[in-house]
Each structure stands twice: as C-alpha cells, then as structure tokens.
C-alpha cells in the first residue's frame, strides 16, 4: 500500500483541517482525539509520511524516530499521564484496525484502562 497524501492526518499537518492542538514541533504533532476512548486521548504523528509503525520504524531516520518519541513522551508529560500511568497503542493494518493511514501513537489515561485486550484468544 502506498501512502495517500489525502489522508486526514495529513490534511491536518497542512491546515487544511483543524485539530485540537496539544503540541507541535520539526518532528511531531500532537492533538486530541475527535472521538476520546477515554478521559484523556491524545494523538501524536510524524511529520514525515509514514503508512504505519512498521513503515516508520524500518524508513525513517534515527532523528525521526528519536524526535517523534520523545514528544511522545513530552505530551504525556504534559497531560499528567506517568502519575497513575497510560497506555500507548498504535492500530497497524486489518488486523489492528487501523483506520487513518498515517503513523501514529494512541496515549490513552485518565482513569483505570482495564485489562489490554477484550479479544484476541478467541
Ligand atoms: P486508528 O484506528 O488507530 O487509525 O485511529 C484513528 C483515530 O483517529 C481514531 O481514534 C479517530 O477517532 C481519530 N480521528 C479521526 N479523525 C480525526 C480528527 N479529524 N481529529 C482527531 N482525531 C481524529
């Protein structure tokens, strides 16, 4: 699969959208989640176009991939999350349902998540 460009990430790192910003800087940018899976959900996506985890972490550069986990961590910081803990989750693929096909990082907290997965072993 290849990368479309239309993808609403992408729009989002043009303006071409709005989001709800929560951070930004040369290799990430942070906003809310449209549609919050719990009571604080953000997003963090590189800037570059990657497809996926797997395309980001194989293609892109060391200072990529140094730069957009730190923010990773910078907005966790931010939003309070490492006090009682988060998750991070990133959909790949099918299976993963991955629905906007451009990398990014779920950081999930505010609350007590459960355990990780309702389903998986049948
Ligand atoms: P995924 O299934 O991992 O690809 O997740 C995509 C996420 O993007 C979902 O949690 C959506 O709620 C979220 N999303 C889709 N469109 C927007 C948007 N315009 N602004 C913020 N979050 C969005």
Redesign the pocket.
């Known amino acids: 699969m290849n990368y479309d460009p239309d993808n ?1 990430f992408a729009k ?1 790192l043009r303006n071409e ?1 709005p ?1 709800d910003r929560l951070y930004e800087d040369e290799y990430a940018l942070a ?5 919050p ?1 719990a009571p604080i959900h953000a ?1 963090v996506i590189p800037k570059g176009q990657y497809l996926s985890f797997a395309d980001f972490s194989a293609n892109a550069s060391a200072d990529e991939i140094a730069g957009f986990f730190r923010v990773a961590q910078r907005v966790a910081d931010d939003l309070g999350l490492p006090k009682d803990g988060f998750r991070v989750i990133s ?1 790949i693929g099918r299976n993963g ?4 096909m451009h990398f ?1 990082l ?1 950081l999930l907290g505010g609350c007590d998540l459960g355990s990780m997965l309702k389903r998986g072993l049948g």
Do not use: K, T
């Open positions: 609403i989002i959208i989001c906003f809310n989640d449209i549609s899976q997003l959909n349902h991955q629905e906007v990014h779920h």
